[in-house]
């Protein structure tokens, strides 16, 4: 069966300090590959998504970037973290519809 | 206007109630629908899935579509505390992009 695994859980990072988010998923070969920020009241926003190996759309623009570098691996990161950057974050990937990892909740001060 | 249209709630019902958690959208293009549970500080999971219109009913849930009204419905027989969390809707087009309802907060009182 197929896992999908996201760390850290948790995170406080001070203003302007980089950050490195990961997610890897265990039972399935090239799968389409999301990130998602979820603010408390606003829903699920869309950040990235991939459909392969250096293949990333980016769907708003802002602070953060995305890479994929191995099949089964998808990377959130920012040079520069700001406030507004804080929330959570899920990474999900697709058969017929969409699966979500544990999420990682970031919380910049 | 908004894709996909959610009541926030909250939403609070006594255990044993049925629950009825709705969602309304304006592309009449979307084919597959899902409903997802989230408990607090959690990833969501997948409750339902249905593609196109009709009814499915997975133990005490029930997902209905209703195309011609662009509606869709989520029924939860027998509700119980455990029940008690966010209820997500989406939808997609092609199963690639996905459009999410802002969730409904469900709390079962024992």
């Known amino acids: 069966s197929q896992t999908i695994h996201q760390w850290p859980a948790t995170l406080v990072q001070p203003v302007g300090s980089p950050l490195s988010l990961e997610c890897t998923v265990e039972?399935?070969?090239?799968?389409?590959l999301y990130w998602y920020r979820q603010a408390a009241g606003r829903g699920l926003q869309l950040l990235f998504y991939?459909?392969?190996?250096?293949?990333i759309s980016s769907e708003v623009p802002q602070n953060l970037s995305a890479s994929r570098p191995q099949d089964r691996q998808f990377i959130l990161s920012s040079k520069k973290l700001l406030l507004s950057d804080s929330g959570f974050y899920l990474c999900?990937?697709?058969?017929?519809?969409?699966?979500f990892g544990p999420g990682t909740r970031l919380l910049v001060l | 206007q908004k894709e996909v249209e959610q009541d926030p709630g909250p939403l609070s019902v006594p255990e044993g109630a049925i629950v009825s958690l709705n969602c309304t959208y304006s592309?009449?293009?979307?084919?597959?629908f899902m409903w997802y549970r989230q408990y607090s500080r959690k990833g969501p999971e997948l409750l339902m899935y249905?593609?196109?219109?009709g009814n499915k009913e997975d133990g005490r849930f029930t997902a209905q579509v209703d195309k011609s009204s662009k509606y869709i419905s989520l029924f939860i027989r027998d509700s119980q505390p455990s029940d008690s969390a966010t209820y997500l809707c989406?939808?997609?087009?092609?199963?690639?992009?996905?459009?999410f309802g802002t969730g409904t907060s469900l709390t079962v009182i024992p």
């Open positions: 249905t593609y196109s219109s």
């Open positions: 039972g399935t070969s090239n799968p389409n």
């Open positions: 989406a939808m997609s087009v092609t199963g690639n992009q996905f459009y």
């Open positions: 592309n009449s293009a979307f084919q597959y």
């Open positions: 991939s459909v392969g190996i250096g293949q």
């Open positions: 999900a990937w697709r058969t017929k519809t969409q699966y």
